[in-house]
Nanobody, 118 residues
């Protein structure tokens, strides 16, 4: 299992921006680069859904609702991924979870709350 520590949640305005970060402080570099990393979110009363994912080789995929607005990136040297969220919408309000996958390994962060409201 990978320890994942998220930061950057909080209150954003509709049309505004927020950036989330997730670091894997206890994972060594040679292990970290093998993981596909991603962000999921869960709104109240809803199922957890994939927001964005970046593979070990840098291939990205996004939920249709965030394409053209969110960008996922990874900095392997810092063992960090980021989610740049632009043009925020109220529907983006949720707890966002960092995720790391390698084979059957599946690790989660503790979650960070994003609230979009005026």
């Amino acid at each position: 299992q990978v320890q994942l520590v998220e930061s950057g949640g909080g209150l954003g305005e509709p049309g505004g921006s927020l950036r989330l970060s997730c670091v894997a402080p206890r994972t060594i570099f040679s292990e970290y680069i093998q993981y596909a990393m991603g962000w999921y979110r869960q709104a109240p009363g809803e199922q957890r859904e994939l927001v964005a994912q970046i593979s070990s080789s840098g291939v990205t995929r996004y939920h249709d609702s965030v394409k053209e607005r969110f960008t996922i990136s990874r900095d392997n040297s810092r063992k960090t991924i980021r989610l740049q969220m632009n043009s925020l919408q109220r529907e983006d309000t949720a707890v966002y979870y960092c995720n790391a996958i390698r084979g059957t390994e599946n690790s989660w962060g503790q979650g960070t709350l994003v609230t979009v409201s005026s």
